[in-house]
């Protein structure tokens, strides 16, 4: 039976203030009051359902950079980049996966996360599955208290791993709870207690029992129940209708996080398996023009994540800046100065002819003198050999790297000033001069250990476009575990 | 080694136009402004000229790619004209244009002209460059400041500096050059201004505040040169001749090969190494008389009295704060006010350092003059710390 080898899990570090946003909109909307607990993610400017799809895929796959063992890659979400370019294709080139895997991207409805866990496990061999969301929502609505940004990653294969497959069941219904055109645009939504009791109450169920039948379980046996939903209770409800313990149903992180859309249910079975004693069964389900639900079995083995939901979590950032929130997710209109005037169009044949040095972060290794370098040229850089065409594919992201210089720069165009980045040198050889993202001033200094994040590097507005690259960010394990060894 | 370029060539002219926010002035105005000085200077004839460099950096708000910029703006006799362009050594490229064909007997007499006029952008800084097709894909968005900026956290931790000291020294190192500007007709920002202004200034790239960058300028800079021979015929005496020009270059050592520490300009030590072989050089710190160096920021002025062997490693922030480099310290540095005071204008640098140095050399620099200075040292820098054009060039009076 197929199973989940490992998984990983990723939330952007900053966390909005729901307070910071229902005081700044109390004056038109006064009833939003009651929602200003808590704390929901927020990508930062760079970030897109994408890169944070890699992030968590990072966290699946492990510090290895050797990806071969993938066979197939499924990459979900309703809030991809792109309407036509395989977006799978560019979290692939990024997590230097195998030209040869199979690749594609699964969307429409907000159950499309475990649609794509579903097909993976379905399919045979290793697939590794990224889900990632970033929400949109307008402002002073209810959606954007609501709403997290995420994302979730799992590695399947043919045996149990970490969780065996027990079940599987689907409902599929077009009942329209909100919709989303393809303009790009916001959600609309019906009316609550149609969608609650028509909708929810009425799809998932059969969906549940389904996947619970073919396990050849009991609701009662399921110790681990993960529903996300933005109305409070909605999962104790549905536990209730099907026979699942009270005691299983799983907090939805919605106090800490929000709802990361159709990631929100891989992000809750992940944090499911990492609660997971050996032989608990999990039962994970997500509503959406019917509904998706799976039930596994914990086997205590497998690769757990070095950060997963919990060190996700734990790596936050607390934001009280509402208008640093819009004018990320483009609510506001902004003067951004003639710096920002540039033309950011992508030359798609020089994307192309250094798609994995750009995507990849792959500079070369000389076969003969060993060093190091990025990006890879057929003239080696080393000054006493520069030896012709020796130059290897050499991957730079898994590796740990350290701040040579910096400085944190108030003149040039940035969405987040002051645009930090500097001269980042790397454990084993290799330096590249790269942006810093996820700082604030004074967090940056030199010898600074940081590692490599996959992020957004330009918003080309005239043509739609989205560039990427790799970005150093403040490796915080490493540095948490200098401090204490300092202190001891 | 080459046998260098050592006392073949004078210098017959120079002309400078007044640098600043010329908004009464097109490119076109200022080359005629620094030629017209030029030519009179050197009191010859326009047919007399054999050929003409021409040094602009920036084509969109500039004057245009080739070379009919220049021999159009002044009517020049159909003669050869070669644009160049190497980042901020422009202006010292076209000089070294114009000095190698008069000492390949190529050209008797040569012009080099340089220009830039930045202030048709709109906005203080430099202008954004188009930056081609794989840079923006990778390179952060950075600006000059940003870039040079590096150099002083990486100077910081090789040798244990407190930012404080730090930045009182390179703060030092711009109130010098605005004291000096302060007396310089020619020059863009012409008051003083006191170290207390210069550390508490807005921020522009960290520590780089305000008074840390120099200045964004409209600017035009001319130099004739000739053989000693023919300068002697045409009735010059105590000539200024050309002791030595380098440039040297980045090979991405600096960005792609784990031997450089960010704290200095490889580029630069090579470059001083050279010049001074050529020049016959042995003791820079008490042989040269005067220096101006690429002051872009002032950090960068700072390393750069280390990469020139004038201050020793480590050391140069305390000679800058010990007044080593004032105008009545030991080793003048910016004596015209650099491009602190004279701002940026790219093509055109590199030539208006020069002409402080033939002012000073011919004893004609006013109220700045300098007593019996022997050798003038030039330094320009292009591109950013990690990759980069360094050009260094020392004139001084001839047989010296």
Redesign the interface.
Known sequence: MAGIAAWGAYAPRLRLSRKAVTEANAWVAPNLKAKGKGERSMANWDEDALTMAVEAARDALGPDDDRSHIDSFYFASTTAPFADRLNAGIVSAALTLEKSITASDVTGSQRCGLTALGQALASGGTSLVAVGERRRARAVSAQELDFGDGAAAFVVTDGPGAAEMLGRGSVTDDFVDHFRGDDGGFDYYWEERWIRDEGIVKLVPPAVRKALEIAGLSASEVDHFCFPSTFSGMAATLAKAVGIRPEAVRDNLAAVMGEAGCAHGPIMLAHALEDAKAGEVILVAQFGQGAEAMVFRATGQGQRPARGVTGSLADREVETNYLKFLTFNGLVEWDK???A????K??L???YR?ED??LGLVGGRCRETG?V???R?RIS???NNPAVDTQEPYRFAERRAS????????????MAP??H???I?FEG???????ITDVA?GDV???LPVRMVFRI??VDEKRGFV?Y?WKATPDRAAIAAQTSQAAE | MPQGIRDKVAILGMGCSKFGERWDAGPDDLMVEAYLEAMQDAGIDQTQLDAAWFSTHIDEIGSGKGGTPLSIALRLPNIAVTRVENFCASGSEAFRGAVYAVAAGAADIALAVGVEKLKDTGYGGLPVAHPGTLNPQVMPNGSAPGNFAQLASAYRAKHGVSKDDLKRAIAHVSVKSHANGAKNPKAHLRKPITAEQALNAPMIAEPLGLFDCCGVSDGAAAAIVTTPEIARALGKHDLVTVKALQLSVSNGYESQYNGWDGSHFHTARIAARKAYKEAGIERPRDQISMMEVHDCFSITELVTMEDLFISPEGQGWRDVLDGFYDADGEMPCQIDGGLKCFGHPIGASGLRMLYEMYLQLQGRAGERQLSNPVFGMTHNLGGAPASNVCSVAIIGQEGA
Do not use: C, W
Not at chain 1, 429 to 435: K, L, V
């Open positions: 100065g003639m710096r005037e540039k033309d950011n992508t030359a044949t020089t994307l250094n040095m750009i060093v370098q990025f990006p040229t850089v080393a000054p701040v040579l210089s910096y400085s944190a720069d108030y003149l040039t165009f940035s002051p645009n980045y500097g001269m040198v050889g290799g330096r590249i001069m790269m942006d001033p200094e030199t010898g590097k330009e560039r690259f």
